[in-house]
């Protein structure tokens, strides 16, 4: 046994051994984090190997480059299509406005086609009477605007329904018609002959009776009396002249009398063309009763003419001229409503 064994007691040899234990602890726990830091290292340096590798350094400058004028292409092409988008808004609009024109052009084209037929069945009604030919005209009038569907017309549509309706109700009288016969007999009127210039039927005149047989001297001055009293028989008439015989009239009589029946009928036809039913009434009844007084009842045209007169004194003549001015006050408001329309739409185009 030395002197150290013997000073050192036997206590202290384990705690010497823990604290050799604690240092080749921390020097493996060292050495390890030694060892991780050079892994990373080397990793790392891979890493940039690999990369220096893939994208060269005098590349990187070029790619740079091309993504910065990538970069700006893209700008570009938003700004283009943002430009395109505009202007395709922009033509959207002056489409969707050159139909809105095309549309007001063809309902002005089909207003006024409504106004001239208005103003065609006015015209009829006015001056003609022409009953049916103004209810044809309101009548196209109706279909135009019935083919365009347009609510702003139904206000136009109802007012012509209105006037349709009460013409329908009105009495149909041919005017024209009528006018055109009465224009007929004014034409006919020197040609009737006159009921006292006929000659009334000539009776079978009774066998003379025989002459005497006288010597030839007799009879040769009988025949040259016969031969010159022959034509100077039908210069002079005899007849008798009863209550109901026709008035004789003078040359310039007779002459008066047609002009008055020209008059009459003239007459006749400017009242029923101006709805003046009791001066066409008048003038109608005056010449039915000079027809049969004073004209031949026996001539066919002047038989013709005295029984078309008293058909014509049968007929209801009003004088109330139809009127249309629902429909053209309708048409008027409507008229101003399209103005007021477009005045407004080129106050907001202006600058």
């Known amino acids: ?94 489409l969707s406005e050159l139909l809105q024109k095309l549309r007001q052009g063809r309902e002005e084209i089909a207003l006024f086609d409504i106004e001239q037929s208005l103003a065609l069945a006015t015209q009829q009604l006015q001056l003609a009477g022409n009953t049916p030919l103004a209810l044809v005209a309101l009548n ?92 100077l028989q039908g210069l002079v008439r005899i007849q008798r002249i009863e209550a109901n015989t026709p008035v004789l009239l003078a040359p310039e009589q007779s002459v008066y009398l047609r002009e008055q029946l020209k008059l009459r009928l003239l007459n006749a036809r400017l009242a029923l063309l101006a709805h003046e039913g009791e001066v066409f009434k008048g003038d109608i009844a005056a010449i039915s009763d000079a027809l049969p007084r004073f004209f031949a009842q026996e001539d066919a045209a002047v038989r013709a003419a005295i029984d078309y007169c008293r058909q014509l004194q049968a007929l209801e003549i009003s004088n109330e001229r139809p009127e249309l001015r629902s429909s053209l006050e309708a048409l008027v408001r409507l008229r101003n409503e399209n103005r007021s329309g477009n005045s407004a739409a080129a106050a907001e185009v202006a600058p």
Do not use: C, Y
């Not at 991780?36 to 190997?49: F, G, Y």
């Open 1 to 94: 046994m030395t002197t150290e064994e013997t000073v050192m007691p036997p206590a202290a040899r384990p705690r010497q051994a823990g604290v050799w234990l604690a240092i080749l602890v921390l020097l493996a726990a060292f050495s390890w984090l030694a060892w991780s830091a050079r892994q990373q290292k080397a990793e790392l340096a891979d890493l940039r190997t690999a990369r220096s590798a893939v994208v060269p350094p005098a590349a990187a400058s070029s790619v740079a480059q091309a993504l910065t004028e990538l970069n700006q292409r893209l700008q570009i092409l938003e700004q283009q299509q943002g430009a395109t988008q505009e202007e395709r808004q922009a033509a959207s609009a002056d």
């Open 140 to 231: 196209t009038a109706d279909r135009q605007l019935a083919d365009l569907d347009n609510p702003r017309f139904v206000p136009l549509r109802k007012a012509l329904a209105a006037d349709i309706a009460r013409l329908d109700a009105l009495p149909r009288l041919d005017v024209t018609g009528i006018s055109l016969r009465l224009e007929q007999l004014l034409t006919q009127v020197d040609a009737w002959p006159l009921a006292a210039h006929a000659r009334p039927p000539q009776e079978t005149p009774a066998a003379a009776p025989a002459p005497a047989a006288d010597g030839p001297e007799s009879t040769g001055w009988r025949q040259l009396l016969e031969r010159l009293w022959q034509p």
